[in-house]
T-cell receptor
């Protein structure tokens, strides 16, 4: 069983640039959630993708967008980067379906984004 | 204001000591989870507590859900350096698998 993987591990960008982060979900999972984690803080929910559709969004502006692909992998895109976007970005995969809900998400190691 | 407040924010102790961290809220929840996050890794689920007053044990870790289901605690006995990490409480809100995390307790256990 392959766990959740994320790429890249680290990334440095400058203000105003755009960034794409990638996540491969765990085998058998169809749902990917993205979280932003500031240093020493708890992760904050950005949004979730289920069957290639956005399935809920946290309090993040529209410049944070995402995609989910038919193989359930996912991308997080951030436009017009700001200094405060510097954080660890985590993705988590899980399994959902009609009448099926599991209460465990499996997290990847994250992508550390630094905005200068 | 944070939905889930954790205390203390930081804790630095010596190997062999006992410790307790807390997760508090003004709201009642149907269940609560505890995660541990080690440096360079994502959070890993330790336990889910569901019933008010419930106590669960995981080796040297003891988790308790308050009777009113508004608070929870994690007690570690004889802490070891491998217990070092960020301890997070969390719960599901709004349907689906959307987790809301607490503010976190950063634990460092030194030799």
């Amino acid at each position: 069983e392959t766990g959740v993987t994320q790429s890249p591990t680290h990334l440095i960008k400058t203000r105003g640039q755009q960034v794409t982060l990638r996540c491969s979900s765990q085998s058998g999972h169809n749902t990917v959630s993205w979280y932003q984690q500031a240093l020493g803080q708890g992760p904050q929910f950005i949004f979730q993708y289920y069957r290639e559709e956005e399935n809920g969004r946290g309090n993040f502006p529209p410049r944070f967008s995402g995609l989910q692909f038919p193989n359930y992998s996912s991308e997080l895109n951030v436009n017009a980067l700001e200094l405060d976007d510097s954080a660890l970005y985590l993705c988590a995969s899980s399994l959902m379906g009609p009448g099926l809900w599991t209460n465990e998400q499996f997290f990847g190691p994250g992508t550390r984004l630094t905005v200068l | 204001t944070q939905l889930l407040e954790q205390s203390p924010q930081f804790l630095s102790i010596q190997e062999g000591e006992n410790l307790t961290v807390y997760c508090n809220s003004s709201s009642v929840f149907s269940s609560l989870q505890w995660y541990r996050q080690e440096p360079g890794e994502g959070p890993v689920l330790l336990v889910t507590v569901v019933t008010g007053g419930e106590v669960k044990k995981l080796k040297r870790l003891t988790f308790q859900f308050g009777d009113a289901r508004k608070d929870s605690s994690l007690h570690i006995t004889a802490a070891q350096p491998g217990d070092t990490g960020l301890y997070l409480c969390a719960l599901y809100l709004g349907g689906g698998n959307k987790l809301t995390f607490g503010t976190g307790t950063q634990l460092k256990v030194e030799l």
